[in-house]
């Protein structure tokens, strides 16, 4: 028997999780994105390292951090992160890069500077490509959240792993509804929030 | 963080032996031109003759390797590039509108980083959509996308008037369009650059539209400059073979009064033809998608006459039938002589005429283009 007092609890812990690990992973990726825009040396190796963690397994990054980190709440917010940087990087600087060549020439042509550029340029041009980006890093925060349960994050996959090794069918829709519902309105509130922010330019 | 104003008027454009290389080959070798102020003068060349490149060092966007760039004496290396850009009007084919702001954004955005007051802004800016013929109510609040190409290349034009530049460099700008808009904003520009008043620097492969548009005309091939001069210059002493076969100069002994309107007609093609029971609202939507700025007008059995797009937009009664606002313009046999229908044109004052084969409209005369092809 599940209560809905720990489903509620577990549910809070995963939220937390996801969350903070979001908030982290946007605040890293943004500035190595950007910087990524004026040194192609330091994209390159940028781009490099994101798609050399995004390539590894889920499962084996959450393991490589136990011998590195030990245990516990942190190490699982930095194993989610590895695979949390990719998209958000990738999508920014996609955004960033594939301007018009032609608004480029004209924002240089008028007499814009380079931060006025990024500013009233790439930014906007960039914003559809960096929400998906940030969409889809948080499907895979909160999935690979699940698995960190493993490594003692707390959170709803440490009701699902107790159901599994309890053959407890409960217990592991206990744990993975409340994740599905979270990953809906987490996807309903970003869209609103991006449609917000970029009014009805595109067709 | 204004910037300065650099210069109010243009006295003169001075290019010293300018040269500019991109590895071993030359983009522009060893020019000089002097540009008064007030001229409009027009590069034309094959692409790769370096007339665009010459056009972008006048704004810094291409720096030289040698030679000196002055304007009103001051070299263009000494100016801070970014107060120098904002002092010259910049005009580009593929427009470079930003399609994330809207048309009064777009317009105003230079001045707004310039710290004028939001007031002043769109004063301006209703002021300049007015000015190239674009009602500023209609139009201040439309993104980028919800605009035809002509109305596009209308407020690229307005945009790089906003800060009011003694100096206009315009690459191609008309250079997008299909034919007949082509031609209706070369007439437009060309009646509008009198009252601006500015010198400009233009940017075509067009001929004609140098024959119609230009002061003077420079010839570039192979990133020399290889002739200067007007339009009568250029036709009647070329200095080389080059020159002559860019303006064509066989064409001068044509002789006007052989010529029948076949020669010189455009055709039609049938997204101009609109039914008269049509209403304005109608209408307007059908030539924006169509990205048309006439439209003849037919009940069935011929045309009628045509509607312009620029008057519809000004129409208070939207619900009205194009029919009632029809502008009757002559029409003509395909086989008539074009001396005799330019004289009746002319005396009526009129810019188009129709030209019907059998009976059934075929294509469009315009005397200016006309004209051009005949002395071009």
Same mark, same amino acid.
């Given at each position: 028997?599940?209560?809905?007092?720990?489903?509620?609890?577990?549910?809070?812990?995963?939220?937390?999780?996801?969350?903070?690990?979001?908030?982290?992973?946007?605040?890293?990726?943004?500035?190595?994105?950007?910087?990524?825009?004026?040194?192609?040396?330091?994209?390159?190796?940028?781009?490099?390292?994101?798609?050399?963690?995004?390539?590894?397994?889920?499962?084996?990054?959450?393991?490589?951090?136990?011998?590195?980190?030990?245990?516990?709440?942190?190490?699982?917010?930095?194993?989610?992160?590895?695979?949390?940087?990719?998209?958000?990087?990738? #999508?920014?600087?996609?955004?960033?890069?594939?301007?018009?060549?032609?608004?480029?020439?004209?924002?240089?042509?008028?007499?814009? #500077?380079?931060?006025?550029?990024?500013?009233?340029?790439?930014?906007?041009?960039?914003?559809?490509?960096?929400?998906?980006?940030?969409? =889809?890093? =948080?499907?895979?925060?909160?999935?690979?959240?699940?698995?960190?349960?493993?490594?003692?994050?707390?959170?709803?996959?440490?009701?699902?792993?107790?159901?599994?090794?309890?053959?407890?069918?409960?217990?592991?829709?206990?744990?993975?509804?409340?994740?599905?519902?979270?990953?809906?309105?987490?996807?309903?509130?970003?869209?609103?929030?991006?449609?917000?922010?970029?009014?009805?330019?595109?067709? | 963080?204004?910037?300065?104003?650099?210069?109010?008027?243009?006295?003169?454009?001075?290019?010293?032996?300018?040269?500019?290389?991109?590895?071993?080959?030359?983009?522009?070798?060893?020019?000089?031109?002097?540009?008064?102020?007030?001229?409009?003068?027009?590069?034309?060349?094959?692409?790769?003759?370096? &007339?665009?490149?010459?056009?972008?060092?006048?704004?810094?966007?291409?720096?030289?390797?040698?030679?000196?760039?002055?304007?009103?004496?001051?070299?263009?290396?000494?100016?801070?590039?970014?107060?120098?850009?904002?002092?010259?009007?910049?005009?580009?084919?593929?427009?470079?509108?930003?399609?994330?702001?809207?048309?009064?954004?777009?317009?105003?955005?230079?001045?707004?980083?310039?710290?004028?007051?939001?007031?002043?802004?769109?004063?301006?800016?209703?002021?300049?959509?007015?000015?190239?013929?674009?009602?500023?109510?209609?139009?201040?609040?439309?993104?980028?996308?919800?605009?035809?190409?002509?109305?596009?290349?209308?407020?690229?034009?307005?945009?790089?008037?906003?800060?009011?530049?003694?100096?206009?460099?315009?690459?191609?700008?008309?250079?997008?369009?299909?034919?007949?808009?082509?031609?209706?904003?070369?007439?437009?520009?060309?009646?509008?650059?009198? &009252?601006? !008043?500015?010198?400009?620097?233009?940017?075509?492969?067009?001929?004609?539209?140098?024959?119609?548009?230009?002061?003077?005309?420079?010839?570039?091939?192979?990133?020399?400059?290889?002739?200067?001069?007007?339009?009568?210059?250029?036709?009647?002493?070329?200095?080389?073979?080059?020159?002559?076969?860019?303006?064509?100069?066989?064409?001068?002994?044509?002789?006007?009064?052989?010529? &029948?309107?076949?020669?010189?007609?455009?055709?039609?093609?049938?997204?101009?033809?609109?039914?008269?029971?049509?209403?304005?609202?109608?209408?307007?939507?059908?030539?924006?998608?169509?990205?048309?700025?006439?439209?003849?007008?037919?009940? !069935?059995?011929?045309?009628?006459?045509?509607?312009?797009?620029?008057?519809?937009?000004?129409?208070?009664? &939207?619900?009205?039938?194009?029919?009632?606002?029809?502008?009757?313009?002559?029409?003509?046999?395909?086989?008539?002589?074009?001396?005799?229908?330019?004289?009746?044109?002319?005396?009526?004052?009129?810019?188009?005429?129709?030209?019907?084969?059998?009976?059934?409209?075929?294509?469009?005369?315009?005397?200016?283009?006309?004209?051009?092809?005949?002395? !071009?």
């Amino acid at each position: 028997m599940v209560t809905l007092e720990s489903i509620l609890s577990h549910t809070a812990d995963h939220l937390v999780l996801v969350v903070i690990t979001l908030i982290i992973s946007i605040c890293i990726s943004m500035p190595l994105a950007f910087g990524s825009l004026y040194n192609k040396r330091f994209g390159y190796v940028v781009i490099k390292f994101a798609n050399l963690a995004q390539a590894v397994p889920s499962f084996a990054v959450v393991a490589i951090v136990v011998p590195l980190m030990g245990i516990g709440f942190y190490p699982a917010v930095v194993a989610i992160l590895l695979r949390a940087l990719l998209p958000i990087i990738k #999508n920014t600087y996609i955004g960033l890069s594939t301007v018009d060549p032609s608004m480029l020439d004209y924002a240089d042509g008028i007499g814009l #500077n380079e931060w006025q550029i990024l500013r009233y340029v790439r930014l906007p041009n960039a914003y559809p490509a960096i929400f998906a980006g940030i969409k =889809f890093a =948080f499907i895979l925060i909160n999935s690979i959240a699940i698995l960190t349960a493993y490594i003692g994050s707390g959170g709803l996959g440490e009701l699902i792993f107790q159901g599994l090794v309890a053959f407890n069918n409960e217990k592991i829709l206990a744990g993975a509804i409340p994740a599905i519902l979270i990953a809906i309105a987490f996807d309903i509130i970003f869209t609103r929030i991006e449609k917000k922010l970029t009014p009805h330019y595109r067709k | 963080m204004a910037s300065k104003r650099l210069f109010d008027k243009i006295d003169s454009i001075q290019l010293l032996s300018v040269t500019k290389k991109y590895d071993d080959r030359f983009a522009i070798n060893d020019i000089s031109i002097d540009i008064e102020g007030g001229e409009l003068v027009i590069f034309i060349g094959p692409s790769g003759s370096g &007339k665009t490149t010459t056009l972008r060092m006048i704004n810094r966007l291409i720096e030289p390797d040698s030679g000196t760039i002055l304007i009103n004496d001051q070299n263009v290396m000494e100016l801070e590039p970014v107060a120098l850009r904002r002092n010259i009007g910049y005009v580009i084919q593929n427009i470079g509108l930003f399609p994330h702001m809207n048309i009064a954004e777009n317009i105003g955005l230079v001045a707004k980083l310039e710290g004028w007051d939001e007031k002043k802004i769109k004063d301006r800016v209703e002021y300049l959509l007015d000015f190239v013929s674009l009602p500023s109510e209609m139009f201040m609040d439309r993104y980028p996308h919800q605009l035809s190409g002509g109305q596009q290349q209308r407020v690229g034009l307005a945009r790089a008037l906003m800060m009011d530049p003694p100096l206009l460099l315009m690459d191609e700008p008309f250079g997008a369009l299909d034919p007949i808009l082509r031609k209706q904003l070369q007439e437009e520009f060309y009646q509008i650059r009198e &009252k601006l !008043g500015k010198t400009i620097i233009f940017v075509t492969h067009d001929i004609e539209e140098a024959f119609k548009l230009g002061d003077r005309i420079a010839i570039m091939d192979d990133a020399k400059l290889v002739q200067i001069g007007t339009a009568e210059e250029l036709i009647f002493h070329p200095a080389n073979e080059m020159v002559a076969s860019i303006v064509d100069t066989s064409k001068k002994f044509k002789h006007l009064d052989t010529l &029948k309107i076949k020669d010189l007609i455009s055709p039609l093609e049938c997204m101009y033809v609109h039914d008269g029971s049509l209403d304005v609202e109608g209408a307007i939507s059908s030539m924006i998608e169509k990205n048309i700025e006439i439209a003849v007008v037919s009940n !069935g059995s011929g045309p009628l006459g045509i509607v312009k797009l620029i008057d519809l937009l000004r129409m208070d009664d &939207k619900e009205s039938k194009i029919v009632d606002h029809v502008i009757e313009i002559p029409s003509f046999s395909r086989n008539e002589l074009l001396s005799s229908s330019l004289k009746i044109m002319q005396k009526d004052g009129h810019s188009m005429a129709f030209v019907m084969t059998d009976g059934k409209l075929s294509g469009f005369l315009f005397p200016n283009d006309a004209f051009s092809q005949v002395i !071009g």
